[in-house]
């Protein structure tokens, strides 16, 4: 997977709303690298709402419909799974000499390669995790920006642990090679972090262009708002506001567990 000559998969693996858009576009400043956003949603909404794609705005800054990668896609009619075949035979021709990174997140779209593609491909995994004290104040800020049901502290916080800790078995149980990412280290940690992941990839340091997350080679229509606001992308910055929320510290003793994984990423991924 080391060369640019690889049609290899990099996948990051997370929950939603752990920094996987952002993630995608920070690596993808790389020469040898190319995202197609969250491949397995995208493939999903072309086979029951393609009317959704159209205008969404892709990270290359076209809309759905008009994107060099994913517009082709929306006049056609096919299953899923000759999708996935369709989507990865057109990387390898346009791309021949990158590896596909796939933030889809979710372990049903990971499988789905192996399943559908009849070869194989040599997949890798970027195990991306947010500090739940992070996710659960943005999860809980979401949901009332979109008017969905509440959920209490406590909820969230184990959901997170819970759907965290499955992510990490799988990837084990099925010797899947994987680097844990932790959010907040590659954010405040970026060179050291950066230089971790690269050497995962056994890509060569000299591929590199500056950190300005304009200058990502990505087609991204399904991921984070990041993916089309350049302001967003002008800089790497942190949401820093559930510093100022105690209740994870009144909460402690009923999330213990929490506590303990949250630190156990903290600890994996300490250079």
Not at 222 to 228: H, I, K, L, S, T
Request: net charge positive.
């Amino acid at each position: 997977m080391g060369s640019c000559g690889s049609n290899d998969i990099l996948f990051i693996c997370s929950m939603g709303h752990s920094g996987s858009t952002f993630l995608e576009l920070l690596l993808t400043r790389d020469s040898c690298l190319e995202g197609l956003g969250e491949v397995g949603q995208t493939i999903e909404q072309l086979t029951i709402n393609k009317k959704y794609l159209k205008s969404h705005i892709c990270s290359c800054g076209q809309t759905g419909k008009d994107c060099e990668f994913w517009g082709p896609f929306l006049s056609r009619t096919s299953s899923e799974k000759e999708f996935y075949k369709e989507v990865t035979n057109k990387f390898n021709k346009m791309y021949s000499d990158k590896t596909l990174v796939d933030g889809s997140k979710q372990l049903v779209f990971l499988e789905k390669y192996n399943n559908y593609l009849e070869s194989p491909k040599d997949i890798k995994v970027l195990f991306l995790v947010r500090d739940f004290r992070s996710w659960v104040v943005s999860e809980m800020n979401n949901r009332k920006r979109k008017g969905r049901k509440k959920q209490i502290y406590p909820w969230l916080a184990y959901k997170w642990l819970i759907s965290n800790v499955q992510r990490l078995r799988y990837l084990k149980k099925n010797n899947i090679p994987f680097h844990i990412v932790s959010y907040e280290r590659v954010v405040f940690e970026l060179e050291e972090q950066l230089n971790a992941i690269y050497t995962f990839l056994e890509l060569e340091e000299n591929n590199r262009e500056s950190y300005d997350l304009k200058s990502s080679n990505s087609h991204n229509i399904m991921g984070n708002r990041m993916r089309f606001d350049t302001k967003k992308r002008e800089k790497i910055s942190y949401d820093n506001h559930w510093f100022s929320d105690l209740r994870n510290l009144a909460l402690a003793p009923i999330l213990l567990p929490v506590y303990i994984f949250n630190s156990y990423i903290y600890k994996e991924t300490k250079i």
